[in-house]
């Protein structure tokens, strides 16, 4: 399963807790391989000013098509449930919505790099803007999408909620506001609910 939301929406952390939890593998994108924290340094250093939208989809795209070979199908294959930081769906919010790339672009260019790997559920954490901004002033110097500015980050939401309305099958919405602990208990709900044994993945489709 994925855990999928913007800039100070807690996601990494319930990442976390989920994947201790259920004694998962826990990645993460962009960099969740040696090659994909080469791209990952590229893609968030701040002094890339002048990275172009659909340069910046395709390194997004090739660090994916890296992770789901490299980390993610072996541990499937392995018979492991696997918990990730991001996937397709932040693709298809960041580059495909808040760039104005285009979302189906995006579905098709990501389909390409996970090869079909779509995750059995994906959790949005969603949080109220300004308590997103608290969360980030806290954690330190921002990055290249942290540095974005209000209205990008407004688009990445839109466009979150886009990709969960047209998913409603495979995506969750659920509030990220509160505490860790309260959090953590409407993530636990929701993925028994839906998932009962743990945090599978499957094959066949594009986010
Ligand atoms: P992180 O802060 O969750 O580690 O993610 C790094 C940044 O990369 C975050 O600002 C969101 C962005 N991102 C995209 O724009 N598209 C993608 O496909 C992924 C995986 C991340």
Known sequence: MVFEGG???GKSTQARLLAERWNAVLSFEPGGTPIGARLREILLDRANTDLE???EALLMAADRAQHVAAVL???LNRGKDVVCDRFVGS?????GHARGLGVDEIAAISAFATDG???DL????????????RRLAAAGKPDRFESAGVEFHAQVAEGYRMVAAHNLDRWVVL???????EVAERISA??????????HAVAGGVS
């Open 117 to 119: 790997l779509v995750p």
């Open 7 to 9: 800039e100070g929406s």
């Open 91 to 95: 693709s298809l919010a960041y580059q």
């Open 73 to 75: 199908r072996p541990a």
């Open 122 to 133: 994906v959790v949005l954490l969603e949080v109220p803007a300004e308590e997103a901004q």
């Open 190 to 199: 929701v993925v028994e609910d839906r998932l009962g044994s743990g945090p």
């Open 175 to 181: 509030d990220g506001s509160g505490s860790v602990d």
């Open 53 to 55: 939208p659909r340069a």
